[in-house]
């Protein structure tokens, strides 16, 4: 097995996921096969207690892990299938080691951070590194592993000692180190500073690393003095510092990288140049170019409880964009605070009342995202309530489906006090409610977690057709509520249909409002599955509803198939 290993140094949030995910679009683009991990160095056992607020997303893989948000940077550009075990955390080596121990594995040795724990982070980089995730027999060419954090931080100096280990048991040839540093420019001098990044790379050295490659992030190209300092300093070659300096968006990195030749230094150093070719990177090219060259936009109105930080929701995000650019279409994102929809707001905060409703109303669609607990879900009951009435496109996922449900049951049904028990243990109405295999005293991994099959109860439901007619669809899911299947009946004789039911039939998976333009929603998460040239039907379809082409589209579709 051949490594890559993206480190950073400086400052974090330099987008080290998005450079190691590069890295493996350009040596996919040479003909090799290529596996992630991603190191978090923090101690929880997973992602799936984390706030998005502290850490951004959580993403949700086909086995159930709940991981950083860089393995779906890392599926979304490599089009792979990552495990739970391409996400390593110092809790789940620390959990393993201490599991051995007390079964006596270590045969009354002293567990030590060194040997111990250093050769479970190695063992388990090995093992997981030759899991196929591409769909294929047999190990992958290239492992790419990105250690998070920044080199010189506490927790993650097991790591890098552990990787000094693999670099040393594993041989030159079978090792390549990339360093991604920030080249900052003084506003009074003007000038691109090298000082951090001698530093940053002073310190990786001292830990027995030394990288072969420079990846530098900067605002504007670096300048060929810039270069030849950090060579000189830097004891890089000057043709292994790369310049990762601002695009007009992320798919040009991966061109950014082939541009500078970033394949071959790395091919070079894997002695890979004999088996790989020259990177085709012309579908990857077109890409980013028609999104560079759009001029149309289509406004969609994000109402969540996390709008405060973006990466909180960015697989929505990004399902959005490639349904866009699917049509031609660049995405307006306005993201409305849930809770400044609600009548309480008008009282305390008129003006931001006023503004999210105006801006509620001039998108041409409304996404309602997945989230836990009570605050906002009266805004984001108003926003399916106008969405339902006012024939606005409506795409609820997860919570967004249940707030649907509770807003139909209000309105509809006239149950007054009809909610879900996550916001109301005493409803006399709960039309949603806590799934049986849940647990109510353990927060990690005890979720309805994972690839689901959802069947589809009818062939004639817009979603059927969205997905090409198919008999079912496996989508991944992360919820503890569902909707009640006690209500179902009532819900259906008023309007509301079920359309697609897990295989025992009593879980809701999939409703639509028969009499309305587009107006779905889902349990499930369409967003961890939607790729660039892949884009998830449901996303597609809310955009194709919001510019009035979805009615062309499945006449198309039906015809085709």
Known sequence: MKYVLVTGGVVSGLGKGVTASSIGVVLRACG??????????????????????????????????????DLGNYERFVDVTLTRDNNITTGKIYQSVLDKER?????????????????????????????????????????????????????????IEALRQLSFSVGQENFCLIHVSLIPVLGVVGEQKTKPTQHSVRELR????????????????????????LSQFCHVAAGNILNIHDVPNIWHIPLLLRNQNAHRSILQQLNLLSIATPPDLKDWTKMAETYDNLTNSVRIAMVGKYVGLTDSYLSVVKALLH????????????????????????????????????????????????????????GMILAAKYARENNVPYLGICLGMQISVIEFARAVLGLERADSTEFDAQTPNPVVIFMPEGSRTHM???????????????????????????????????????????????????????????????????????????????????????RPRRPSALFLGLILAATGQLETYLRGNQSNS
């Not at 605070?337 to 009342?353: F, G, I, R, V």
Request: glycine share 8%.
């Open 32 to 69: 090799l096969r290529v596996t992630c991990i991603k190191i978090d160095p923090y101690l929880n056992t997973d992602a799936g207690t984390m706030s998005p607020f502290e850490h951004g997303e959580v993403f949700v893989l086909d086995d159930g892990g709940e991981v950083d948000l």
């Open 103 to 159: 079964r006596g594995d270590y045969l009354g040795k002293t567990v030590q951070v060194v040997p111990h724990i250093t050769d479970a982070i190695r063992n388990w980089i090995e093992s997981v590194s030759v899991i196929p995730v591409d769909g294929k027999e047999g190990p992958a060419d290239v492992c790419v592993i990105e250690l998070g954090g920044t080199v010189g931080d506490i927790e993650s100096m097991p790591f």
């Open 206 to 229: 001292a830990l027995g690393l030394t990288p072969h490659l420079l990846a530098c992030r900067s605002a504007q190209p670096l300048l060929e003095n810039t270069k030849q300092k």
């Open 323 to 378: 349904a866009c650019i699917a049509c031609s279409l660049k995405p307006e994102i306005d993201w409305i605070a849930a809770s400044d929809l609600e009548d309480d707001s008008a009282k305390l905060t008129p003006e931001a009342h006023a503004a999210a409703w105006k801006t509620l109303r001039n998108a041409a669609c409304v996404l309602v995202p997945g989230g836990f607990g009570d605050r906002g879900v009266r």
């Open 444 to 530: 990690g991994s005890t979720m309805r977690l994972g690839s689901r099959r959802t069947l589809f109860q009818t062939p004639d439901c817009i979603t059927s057709k969205l997905y090409k007619n198919s008999e079912y669809v496996d989508e991944r899911h992360r919820h503890r509520y569902e909707v009640n299947p006690d209500v179902i009946g009532s819900l259906e004789e008023a309007g509301l249909k079920f359309v697609g039911k897990d295989d025992s039939g009593r879980r809701m998976e999939i409703l639509e409002l028969p009499s309305h333009p587009f107006y779905v929603g889902v349990q499930f998460h369409p967003e961890f599955k939607s």
